[in-house]
């Protein structure tokens, strides 16, 4: 497991550390500030290769300290600098401590394994790759080492081998719904074209039809994708190490970014807790450990792990601008995980930033109406003007913050002095 990593001068901020959680680490805040950087630093420090491009530090004195558990007691630590002269950062000169199979899904569709049993040189095979990176097509057509989603899954669906009834398993924990009718399931293998010879892999829909995984959205893409390299790099891992007589990894790290990317919110809320389960399907038998860095920007990611949260275990993450003074500066901090309740609580939470979980002109209609209810006396003018803009902004019927205000604009209208009456002549 990834137990921390510590930057100095390199990345958005001028220093940075984190302390993982060795099961489930949350990475939010906003776009540009270092999260997916984190997570490519993270793969590297893993598995001593870039999964995208090399970060380049521009200041000098940069480097990576990171520490991780491997199969004797003793972590493994190590800084590694950055040398501008050759643009490469230091590595041990020995053997690589082994940190398990590690996996990333970057938000484009991409996808890299690093696994000991395929991965890590030996003397006997200095032509091993030093890790399998697909891009987003390679994932779906395959590659030199993989056949790829579309042919690998007519085969194990053709065979009805072992690959097919975890992928069946997966698909099915991975669903949007708990309705039978709605869980993703497989349909009839369909050849397309007169042209194409394949016979393509279905997914049978809750009106009945089968529809060609290539035609499904872009949420079902994405979470069948997910599925099948989840299934493939264990498989393929299980296969490897059973040539080489070795026991299949005691450790797994998962690093996703953006895991709610192309998901409906019905799926947003249950994508962190069927992971989890996913890779207990997987893993579970062999007792392998699995630890999941997931980077997000959905409030109902972070409600959805409400139930299961357990500071022993898991950890969260936050990312911020500091504008306390010039230049700005990022911040990573490591939350308290509080629950919430409303998922509109999370979006005022420190993850996301916002003073209302409202429109922006919600937002500064009710900051017009709290400024107003502070004052003692509120002329009937501006009573009745901040009354219009609430209603202007859209507020419904059912927001709480009508009680508030109602209750201030008949107490103010009451206290009101009575307009004198006109004597009659």
């Not at 630093?41 to 970060?55: D, G, M, N």
């Not at 010879?197 to 290539?214: K, S």
Request: glycine share 6%; with cysteine.
């Amino acid at each position: 497991m990834l137990e921390s990593i510590h930057l100095k001068n390199v990345g958005p901020a001028p220093a940075m550390t984190m302390n993982l959680a060795p099961r489930l680490n949350l990475v939010t805040g906003d776009n540009g500030l270092g999260k997916s950087f984190l997570l490519d630093v993270a793969w590297w420090a893993l598995t001593r290769t870039w999964a995208r491009h090399p970060v380049v530090p521009t200041t000098e004195g940069a480097s990576i300290s990171y520490s991780y558990t491997k199969r004797t007691p003793k972590p493994y630590t190590y800084t590694s600098k950055y040398d501008p002269a050759v643009e490469r950062w230091s590595v041990n000169k020995g053997r690589p401590a082994i940190p398990g199979l590690i996996l990333y899904a970057q938000v484009d569709g991409g996808f890299s394994v690093w696994d000991p049993a395929r991965n890590y040189w030996t003397e006997d095979a200095p032509s091993r790759p030093n890790a399998y990176l697909f891009s987003a097509s390679e994932v779906w057509a395959g590659n030199e080492y993989c056949e790829g989603l579309l042919r690998d899954w007519g085969s194990w669906q053709r065979e009805k081998s072992r690959p097919f009834e975890l992928l069946r398993k997966v698909l099915g924990t991975l669903s949007p719904s708990s309705d039978e009718k709605e869980k993703l399931q497989e349909g009839e293998l369909r050849k397309l074209t007169v042209s194409d010879p394949l016979r393509y892999p279905t997914l049978r829909m809750p009106y009945g039809e089968d529809v060609a995984v290539i035609h499904a959205s872009a949420g079902m893409r994405r979470i069948i994708a997910l599925a099948y390299l989840l299934i493939w790099t264990w498989e393929e891992h299980l296969a490897s190490a059973k040539l080489r007589h070795e026991p299949p990894a005691r450790e797994v790290v998962f690093l996703i970014d953006e895991i709610e990317a192309h998901l409906h919110p019905q799926w947003q809320r249950r994508i962190v807790p069927a992971l989890l389960q996913v890779m207990d399907i997987l893993t579970g038998q062999h007792g392998s450990r699995v630890q999941l860095v997931a980077v997000t920007h959905s409030p109902l990611v972070l409600a959805s792990v409400e139930p299961l949260f357990d500071a022993d275990k898991d950890a969260w993450f936050d990312l911020d601008l500091d504008r306390t003074k010039e230049p700005y500066s990022v911040k990573l901090a490591q939350r308290t995980y509080v629950r919430r309740g409303e998922v509109g609580n999370w979006l005022t939470s420190e993850a996301f930033d916002l003073k209302e979980p409202r429109s922006l002109e919600g937002e500064r209609a009710v900051k017009e109406a709290l400024a107003l209810m502070d004052q003692e006396a509120a002329p009937d003018a501006a009573v009745a003007a901040v009354d219009k803009a609430l209603r202007d902004a859209g507020l419904p019927d059912i927001d709480p913050f009508w009680v508030r205000w109602g209750y201030f604009r008949d107490r103010s209208a009451a206290q009101a002095p009575a307009k004198p009456r006109r004597r009659r002549t």
